[in-house]
């Protein structure tokens, strides 16, 4: 099994920055990638970005230029570098981690953090 820790939500204004962390623990050599989804209310939940342990990456066209994804693979820790905030970023954000592709579905989460972007 895989545990998913986020840390680095929170609120800020819109154009500002947030960085999130997630930190995975127990059976990490079962992952190939690690990404990051977000759901804001009434709405389904989305791929933001992911990215393999190679460095292949996947963003979603709404955070192209403005989202970065990152790991540090010696800390098992995915990072999301989200600049340019804006106000239809508000959701809750979760990490995800993989067996396979990224393309298909998850195979562990995290339990979510939510970030608020003002106007």
């Known amino acids: 099994q895989v545990q998913l820790v986020e840390s680095g939500g929170g609120l800020v204004q819109a154009g500002g920055s947030l960085r999130l962390s997630c930190a995975a623990s127990?059976?990490?050599?079962?992952?190939?990638?690690m990404g990051w989804y977000r759901q804001a209310p009434g709405n389904q939940r989305e791929l933001v970005a992911a990215i393999t342990r190679r460095g292949s990456t996947n963003y979603a066209d709404s955070v192209k230029g403005r989202f970065t994804i990152s790991t540090d693979n010696a800390k098992n820790t995915v990072y999301l570098q989200m600049n340019s905030l804006k106000p239809e970023d508000t959701a809750v954000y979760y990490c995800a981690a993989y067996h396979g592709s990224f393309y298909y579905t998850a195979d562990y989460w995290g339990q979510g953090t939510q970030v608020t972007v003002s106007s």
């Open positions: 127990g059976s990490v050599f079962r992952i190939n990638a």
